[in-house]
């Protein structure tokens, strides 16, 4: 690396966060996570091989693509794509053993027929109005159309809930109703009573141990957040990703000075700005441009001015001792102090990852409450949430992992 921005992926964090939520299961519940959009921004397969060892019996993915590259990338573990697929698709995932979703009769019809049984689960919409069959009828004949196929066997049923994360669970409540109608329904025309059954999403993980059923679909909070800040987890959660770019030049300048793109800042006061190698084409919002805040020095400074594609001003003149070189902390945890971007820089790659690694581990070590800025946090300045925030970091930005 040599640029100066980059994430650091705490697959420990993975492992523990999925642990911690394996611990809120009845021991016959299956956990699912997700790690579609390269595993929440993380990268599919190292997340996938974090959650694996925290204890993760499934992989959720939202395309066809995905599921094939986690195969490619050597996963074995079960695998079901939530995502709408096409009868090319449906083909194309079960000829590589990954569990496809139904939710329209119409495209089981148009399946080609297979040489080996494929695993569906039948996607019912309880309220989402998203994808699965929405009325009875609709679900009926869905369950009946993938019965008459020979090459088909039905391995679960499902919904998705739309407002688990909100303040009141009234809405999910009621999709709940909804979606407990439907299987009634289908267990009095013949579904089997061992098929697994499906609901929870992180809000409803965390907060409705009777919604777990079956099987739970583990995303966000894998990831370290819990789905919004209007409940409180149950769990600790840590952040598994930590997001930096490196002051790469601090001037002082007169008050009156305008920063960044369509001068939108004005300096108040002699200020000391900060330059950082990061900007929305990384994935950080331009929505933050004199809004965000970064930390630098284990202190938050403002973000002067429009972020920009490649890089951001921040106003560093309350901030003692901001130095090029310096790495500051996008959201995540707080930046170890001695790290050096014109130092690291200048290693040799492997040395480069192994120091970073062990600086990493020993400052979160010896400080365990060294600031952290949540992604919530970041999110809520940007008025969007945490999963969007980690799902933009760009492919550009290189992914330091720390292992399990
Ligand atoms: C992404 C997704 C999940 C996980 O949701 P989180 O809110 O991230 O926990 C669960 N189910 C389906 C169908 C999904 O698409």
Redesign the pocket.
């Known amino acids: 690396m040599l640029r100066g921005t980059f994430a650091m992926i705490d697959l420990r964090a993975i492992q523990a966060n999925v642990h911690a939520v394996r611990g809120l299961l009845a021991a016959s519940a299956k956990l699912?996570v997700?790690v579609?959009a390269n595993g929440?921004g993380h990268g599919a397969a190292d997340a996938a091989r974090g959650a694996l060892a925290g204890g993760a019996d499934y992989l959720?993915v939202?395309s066809p693509e995905e599921a094939l590259a986690l195969r490619e990338a050597g996963i074995t573990a079960p695998i079901l794509c939530?995502?709408a697929v096409t009868p090319a698709a449906a083909a194309a995932l079960a000829k590589v053993n990954v569990d496809i979703t139904l939710g329209e009769p119409w495209v089981v019809d148009e399946v080609p027929q297979f040489n080996h049984t494929v695993s569906v689960h039948l996607k019912l919409d309880s309220g989402m109005t998203r994808l699965g069959a929405r009325t009875e009828a609709d679900a009926l004949a869905l369950w009946r159309s993938i019965q008459s196929r020979s090459d088909m066997k039905v391995v679960g049923v499902?919904t998705?809930l739309a407002a688990?994360?909100a303040p009141e669970l009234g809405h999910a409540e009621r999709q709940m109703e909804r979606f407990e109608a439907l299987l009634q329904r289908l267990y009095a025309d013949g579904l089997p009573q061992d098929i697994i059954i499906h609901a929870?999403?992180?809000?409803a993980?965390l907060r409705r141990k009777d919604w777990h059923f079956g099987m739970v679909?583990?995303?966000?909070?894998?990831?370290g957040y819990p789905?919004s800040q209007d409940f409180e987890s149950p769990i600790a959660l840590s952040p598994a990703m930590h997001f930096y770019a490196a002051v790469t030049r601090v001037t002082d300048v007169p008050a009156g000075t305008t920063v960044s793109y369509g001068a939108t800042w004005t300096a108040s006061r002699p200020s000391r700005i900060a330059t950082l190698a990061a900007g929305y084409a990384d994935g950080y919002h331009r929505a933050l441009s004199n809004r965000g805040e970064v930390l630098l020095n284990g202190k938050l400074v403002p973000i002067v001015g429009r972020v920009c594609m490649d890089q951001m001003m921040v106003d560093v003149t309350d901030c003692e001792g901001v130095r090029e070189g310096q790495v500051a902390t996008l959201f995540g945890r707080s930046a170890p102090p001695e790290w050096n971007w014109y130092d690291i820089g200048s290693m040799p790659a492997n040395e480069q990852l192994a120091y970073l690694i062990a600086t990493f581990r020993a400052y979160e070590q010896h400080e365990p409450s060294a600031p952290l800025l949540s992604a919530d946090s970041v999110a809520s300045c940007a008025d969007t949430i945490s999963?969007e925030l980690l799902c933009a970091v760009a492919g550009r930005v290189p992914r330091v992992v720390v292992e399990a």
């Not at 679909?217 to 990831?223: E, N, P, T, V």
């Open positions: 699912l997700t579609k929440y959720g939202a939530l995502g499902y998705h688990s994360d929870a999403n992180s809000g993980i679909r583990l995303g966000i909070s894998a990831y789905a999963y």
